[in-house]
């Protein structure tokens, strides 16, 4: 692998809820002892289904959040100690791309001013004859550049998304779930230019996302969460996956091709509260292989160095 | 097979927008039919025409008819509708958040569908209601029946839906993107569930997607719809083997796959044209690769492909 571009060593989120004068808080464990590496030019995936603390991983990453324990290095520096003025400077280096591209632009800003809002975060002047050009990287036309978010598309906004997060031209773009709330066409599409970009401009990206399959094909390595902690790392696409979430999650996962339908076995059971997790393996109440050992001790992430997993009973 | 339900060239307006033009298709009993289509290409409008719901949008059929068990839903009156619906037809919405009332525990929203449609009394409807949710392999349904819908997971909560459409005892059920809203291990339970439904009851499934995945997993027929018009409609496997429309085999090609090359997913180019612009000819043609004058001009006929039917001036051919 490449030199790491981030480095994210032992991090853990915890969330409270509620509390007051009487009532106890409840806690919750977000992320749980997370270990990663991302190369530079990297794509590194992160799967998992809601409340698996993805997104909360994707903002541990930015410092958007401040994590409980851990740290994250980008690029050598770590950027979990940082002042707020070097973290500010450190920022124009990564840039996120927001899931809902009608929620994550401003409705009253022309797309003009939607592009300028980076350099204005960095204190710079907005040049603007660069504004035919990155609305051209992202398929847009100039003309559009007056335009506001409500005259276009789904598509054309996560589009703008994706201009804005490249304006400051970042090492690091990371992607929440960029085409959750699109239609599989677009979606299609905003892979094709997010692939494009990358090679373009040697970007690094760490992509999150609920769908296997998507990131079965657009990413590198692969990382599958399950409710704050990380089951299984897929060192490429092909790997046969041992953990049985991540395998339950492929076969969640249908081809376009009625000659491969196949018996469904699904998974049994509800997924544990996050407030309330069980002693154990996290995905034990749901495991058709979960044994006593299971439901007891917390297996760790182990095995091969390039393809760990967390489970006592790998496949 | 006899249709249960049967749509023969339906047009539909909305004030005087044209939204559907000529859409033919049907389901017939322990048939699942899978009605794909980007947004805005008319899916749900199908549906609600198929319900007899379209007043409620303002909309109306201009044209054509819709039968149900043979007898044209035009020609009852609201009340009689109003019996099927819940009775013979069950709905399934997209968003099981939305759809269940939040001040009224989850039993006594689904005991009153059999109440009313079945005429049971409160404890034979409950009776029912518990077995419905057994069915849906609801662990504990006792308590979940107790239980408020803040409750439960969303899993659970489609499931308590799937349970209101078929307390009814429905023959047909019309689902409009069930899963959507759901993780990927949930979505293919329930997709699970009302394959075996119909295996097991015979009842009819119009099942309203966007995922081919799912088209090709539980499907018999599929019907593709862009822009209001059926582009192409038929049994799924002739269909996936060998696409006769461009958008059916383009819609096919965005689910991407094990094995399938960096670079080969390109989407769609373009997007769906407003109901308000459609282009004139074959409403696709600006997004086709297969286009030609005739197809910017004409609007291409519906023709027989196999044992489905296909609009296209410059179809695949059969596998």
Request: charged fraction near 20%; glycine fraction near 8%; charge should be positive.
């Amino acid at each position: 692998m490449t030199a790491p571009l981030i480095q994210i060593d032992r991090l853990s989120k915890r969330f409270q809820s509620g509390g007051g004068i009487f009532a106890k808080p409840r806690v919750m464990m977000a992320v749980r002892d997370v270990s990663l590496t991302i190369g530079k030019g990297e794509v590194l995936g992160v799967v998992g289904e809601s409340g698996c603390g993805k997104s909360t991983l994707a903002r541990l990453v930015l410092r958007l959040i401040d994590p409980t324990a851990g740290r994250v290095s980008f690029d050598g520096t770590e950027i979990t100690a940082l002042s707020p003025a070097a973290l500010r400077k450190m920022r124009r280096r990564m840039a996120m791309v927001f899931q809902d591209p009608y929620s994550s632009l401003d409705p009253r800003h022309t797309l003009a001013e939607v592009l300028a809002e980076p350099f204005r975060a960095q204190g710079e002047p907005f040049p603007p004859d660069r504004l035919p050009e990155m609305l051209a990287a992202v398929g847009l036309p100039a003309t559009m550049a007056s335009s506001y978010p409500h005259q276009l598309s789904g598509g054309q906004r996560q589009r703008v998304g994706i201009a804005r997060a490249l304006a400051l031209n970042p090492d690091l773009v990371v992607l929440d779930e960029p085409t959750a709330s699109l239609d599989v066409s677009i979606q299609a599409q905003i892979i094709a230019l997010l692939a494009d970009l990358r090679d373009r401009l040697g970007l690094t990206y760490l992509f999150i996302s609920h769908d296997l399959g998507l990131v079965r094909y657009f990413c590198d390595r692969i990382v599958v969460m399950y409710l704050g902690a990380v089951v299984e790392v897929l060192p490429n696409t092909t790997t046969a996956p041992r953990h049985p979430y991540t395998h339950a999650l492929m076969q969640s996962n249908f081809a376009p091709d009625p000659a491969r339908r196949r018996a469904i076995e699904p998974l049994t059971g509800e997924i544990p509260s996050p407030f309330a997790l069980p002693p154990g393996c996290a995905f034990a109440s749901r495991c058709p292989r979960a044994s006593d050992h299971c439901r007891r001790e917390t297996p760790a992430l182990g095995g091969e160095t390039a393809h760990p997993v967390a489970c006592f009973h790998p496949l | 097979m006899t249709a249960l339900l049967d749509l023969q060239s339906v047009s539909v307006s909305i004030g005087k927008v044209a939204l559907l033009d000529g859409i033919s298709l049907s389901v017939a009993r322990g048939q699942i039919l899978g009605l794909v289509g980007e947004s805005g290409s008319g899916k749900s409008l199908t549906a609600m025409a198929a319900m007899g719901l379209l007043p409620l949008f303002g909309g109306r059929v201009t044209q054509g008819s819709v039968r149900f068990d043979g007898q044209d839903m035009a020609a009852m009156t609201e009340a009689e509708r109003r019996k099927l619906r819940g009775r013979r037809i069950g709905f399934v919405t997209q968003n099981p958040m939305t759809a269940l009332d939040p001040v009224q525990r989850i039993g006594e929203q689904v005991d009153v569908v059999s109440r009313l449609h079945l005429g049971l009394d409160r404890k034979a409807a409950r009776e029912r209601t518990l077995d419905l949710l057994t069915q849906l392999r609801i662990p504990e349904a006792a308590a979940v029946a107790e239980a408020w819908p803040h409750q439960l997971s969303g899993g659970m909560k489609q499931r308590i839906v799937i349970a209101m459409a078929l307390a009814g005892e429905p023959d047909l059920i019309i689902a409009d993107e069930p899963t959507t809203a759901l993780d990927v291990t949930v979505q293919a339970q329930i997709i699970q569930i009302l394959g075996n439904l119909v295996r097991e009851k015979g009842v009819a499934l119009m099942l309203i997607t966007h995922d081919m995945g799912v088209v090709a997993q539980v499907c018999d027929r599929v019907a593709v719809l862009y822009a209001g018009r059926l582009a192409e409609e038929g049994a799924v496997a002739p269909i996936f083997a060998a696409p006769a429309h461009p958008y059916t085999s383009a819609l096919i090609g965005c689910i991407p796959q094990e094995a399938m090359a960096k670079g080969a997913l390109r989407g769609i180019p373009g997007a769906v044209p407003s109901a308000l612009a459609f282009p004139a000819g074959c409403r696709f043609h600006p997004r086709c690769d297969r286009a030609s004058d005739l197809c910017r001009k004409t609007v291409p006929t519906t023709g027989p492909r196999g044992d489905g039917r296909v609009a296209c001036h410059h179809p695949g051919a059969l596998a």
